[in-house]
């Protein structure tokens, strides 16, 4: 049985399994037919329910390659503020070309105003 497994690395885990396929037949063959329960009890843990494993062995002619789990598409990542202004049609900067100017109620200080009006002419 294994002394805290929940803190071991992946690697070292699988490690020790492949170690104790090696030496040990029958518990090579406990894995190779039901996973899930030989590295349970190895491990001394019950694993989660929704967990799959799938242990394969490969032969003189056969190989595998194990990928992680892809990347998140940069399309489901959450936008940041200014993004989320970009895409949801929000100024983030004002018109270039507009004279504003700073007297009260003067349209050249509103800059909707001076953008609706186009007058970039001063007071």
């Known amino acids: 049985m294994s002394t805290q497994p929940h803190t071991q690395t992946k690697q070292a885990v699988e490690s020790r399994l492949r170690q104790q396929a090696a030496q040990?037949?029958?518990?090579?063959?406990?894995?190779?037919?039901?996973?899930?329960a030989a590295i349970a009890s190895f491990l001394g843990v019950a694993l989660p329910p929704g967990m799959n494993i799938t242990v394969l062995e490969e032969t003189p002619g056969q190989?595998?390659?194990?990928l992680p789990p892809a990347p998140p598409s940069l399309d489901a990542l959450p936008l940041d503020d200014l993004e989320l202004a970009l895409v949801g049609g929000g100024r983030t900067m004002r018109p270039m070309g507009i004279n504003e100017c700073e007297e009260p109620g003067c349209p050249h200080g509103d800059p909707v105003v001076a953008n609706r009006s186009r007058r970039a002419s001063a007071c």
């Open 24 to 36: 040990d037949p029958t518990f090579r063959q406990h894995l190779l037919n039901d996973p899930k």
């Open 63 to 66: 190989h595998y390659l194990v």
